[in-house]
């Protein structure tokens, strides 16, 4: 190449400060990767060999605003496998301590804390699996802005998860090519499709730093509106045999599911519902229930007890999550070790501070959106691909739920059979 001519020289020069800018970025890439991966991590299984990563993110640089995450590579093929994200919901609740460690990811934790062991059905077996906490507040999540906690609402928990994800890509570009899809359970029923439709109106801008290929997303017992989750609710409970005859029509000629300030027969009538459920398992009825202290039920019931208002149980309804025995007493004292607080790069700070529900979070969180079924509307259209699952011994998000919530899209031809 003749480089005399004053134009082919700078040209030439251009391109070479172009490739020393990739590989300067590519540098970092690699240098983050590496710092995220995890290595040593107690009671690890040794077989199969799972390669994982966790670290944190910067969503808000001026608040110093940062979510913690897991990802775990796919077993097998993962080159090619795509790539979810997963959710836990509450509002409150971490997918560190869920979905990834008591249900869905590849370590189960056991013994009263002291032990991992492979789960044979995890995603990983099928995809790449991120396990996102979020919002801030959540597990190992952290603002330096106290100010974020008393602001939490949908539109800020999706816009922080859209940052997330941006960002993440960044760090870990192999991916952003992959088939890419959200997941989550409970109130992530809210979270995923509204995270969905963040990433659906900002690809609209062609930018090729931003672009996430979103293929759709998938929620397993979703809090979906609120009118026909409460309706959901009050006919669970009834047809299962855990409330009489008289208090379910009692509840029906009371309450005006339609509303969130609901009367006193209707607070009395659903107050007196929960109270049958002292001594059953929430989240599975027919399985014993855990008698510790910190189980997420005897949460959710501590959370319950403690304030008499009504108007309140709208909020406490949400807290519901995946089943659990006593995983989550198992995972808060396994993820409150800093030997495995180290060996996930989170913060050694405030020992204790982990938990696998945020209490503060459910109490302070602003319910400003009570129905997703228009968001569902407007992603169906767009052609995502759209899965909910359910499972009929959870009392807050069973078949009867989803049955509701599904008759009332008209947008929905109903072709086959509801499964369970």
């Known amino acids: 190449m003749d480089l005399t001519h004053p134009r082919r020289k700078l040209n030439f020069l251009l391109i070479i400060s172009l490739l020393l800018l990739s590989l300067r970025h590519q540098d970092y890439n690699v240098e983050a990767q590496n710092s995220d991966k995890v290595v040593n991590l107690p009671e690890q299984p040794s077989n199969p060999k799972i390669s994982h990563f966790s670290g944190y993110v910067n969503v808000n640089q001026e608040n110093t605003r940062a979510l913690f995450f897991w990802f775990f590579e796919a077993l097998s093929e993962a080159p090619t496998r795509p790539l979810v994200l997963w959710l836990n919901g509450g509002p409150g609740c971490s997918s560190i301590g869920y979905g990834a460690a008591s249900e869905l990811g590849p370590f189960r934790v056991v013994e009263n804390g002291t032990s991992l062991r492979f789960n044979q059905y995890s995603w990983v077996q099928e995809a790449n699996m991120l396990f996102l906490e979020s919002p801030v507040g959540v597990g190992f999540s952290y603002t330096n802005t106290s100010s974020d906690l008393d602001n939490l609402n949908d539109s800020f928990v999706a816009e922080d998860a859209y940052n997330f994800m941006v960002a993440w890509f960044a760090r870990y570009p192999r991916y952003k ?59 669970y409970a009834w047809s299962h045999a855990v409330i009489s005859d008289n208090l379910y029509d009692t509840a029906k000629r009371n309450c005006d599911f339609k509303s969130s300030n609901w009367s006193e027969p209707c607070n009395v009538a659903m107050n007196t519902m929960f109270q049958k459920y002292k001594e059953i398992d929430i989240y599975n009825i027919y399985a014993p229930k855990c008698t510790t202290s910190n189980s997420s039920a005897a949460s959710f019931l501590g959370v319950f007890n403690k304030s008499p208002a009504m108007k309140d149980w709208f909020k406490r309804v949400r807290w519901f999550e995946g089943y659990d025995p006593c995983y989550s007493d198992y995972a808060e004292k396994y993820f409150n070790r800093v030997d495995v607080r180290t060996s996930l790069h989170a913060s050694t700070r405030d020992v204790s501070r982990w938990k696998v529900c945020n209490d503060s979070i459910l109490q302070t969180y602003q319910f400003t959106v009570s129905s997703m079924l228009p968001t569902y509307s407007k992603l169906i259209k767009a052609g995502l691909k759209i899965w909910v699952y359910r499972y009929d011994l959870h009392l807050s998000s069973s078949a009867i739920c989803q049955r509701e919530n599904t008759i009332s899209c008209r947008f929905i031809n109903l072709t086959k059979s509801l499964y369970t």
């Open 177 to 235: 090519s992959r088939d890419f899809f959200i997941a989550g359970e409970s109130y992530a029923g809210h979270y995923a499709p509204q995270l969905a439709e963040q990433i659906y109106d900002r690809n609209k801008v062609k930018s090729k730093e931003s672009f996430i290929n979103l293929k759709g997303f998938i929620v397993g017992n979703p809090l979906t509106d609120d009118e026909y989750d409460n309706k959901g609710i009050l006919e």
